[in-house]
């Protein structure tokens, strides 16, 4: 696999190179993660990798060797120039200067899966970190045709987006993902294995796309309006919570719904299950 830590060295002295700290940029320099990353995505020839973030092109190279495609979105104009130097030669290197929050993933895949080459879309990425969370919302809410995106985040963000709902360490995000995927947490990464370091312990998860959904709300905005109001204050009751927010009229509206729907009035939010909120939201 070449030494990463020497060629990562190489292409920032080449290119003058100095990580843009309000980009998120810090660069994977171990192979061990860089191969876990990889072979944990399991991507195939008649695959489409969608790649956020790729700095330097050190994932890159690799996802380039085994899916159909690659397409790369990078923000930094600097890094575009290092990856179009890189990867000019590779006929199935597509490469993106936008930020991904603003890129129609829609369109994008529809325009790839036309062409008749691909079969299924991947996301592989170490996130920049001061976006993860809009990044992976964008993701799932906007119901990309995904089968999985395996992403590098920060660790305590990653153990909230996998937690189980109705389990410990959970927020409303939590329900979100839990929602669109079944989740893996795949490998804990210390800060050493990038440069320069930042400041929080890593963690990749894999969250595989679910082809059938495990609730079925009548309106899922408003349940999930719910989820995020009854976590504004998860520490108090759900009734209390609701009824201090608005979802529910008054108290006596919330003890009724909770009994009708056999729950303990004393419930607090991060006890229930997404199937209860569902519940609860259709009710309402
Ligand atoms: N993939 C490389 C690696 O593993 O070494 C770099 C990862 S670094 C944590 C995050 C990358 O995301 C940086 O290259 C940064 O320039 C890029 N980035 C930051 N904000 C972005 C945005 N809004 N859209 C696309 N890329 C962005």
Sequence with gaps: MGNILEETKFIMKKHNIKANKSLGQNFLISEEVVNEIVSCSQIKKDD??????????????????????????????????ILEDRFSL????????????????????????????????????NLPYYITTPIIMKLLEEELELESITVMIQKEVADRLIAIPGEKNTGAITYSVYYYATSEAILEVPNSSFIPEPEVTSKVIKLNIRKEKTVDPQDKEKMFKIIKSAFTQKRKTLINSLSNTKIFDNKQQGEEILKTLNINQNVRPEELTLEEFAKISNKL
């Design 48 to 81: 489409l990798v969608i790649e956020i973030g790729p700095g330097l092109g050190t994932l890159t190279k690799f996802l380039l060797e085994q899916a159909g495609k690659v397409i790369c979105i990078e923000l930094d104009k600097k890094m575009i120039n």
């Design 90 to 125: 590779y006929d199935n290197f597509e490469l993106i200067n936008n930020d991904v929050l603003k890129v129609d993933l829609k369109e994008l895949i529809k325009n790839e899966k036309e062409k008749g080459k691909i079969k299924n879309v991947k996301i592989v990425a």
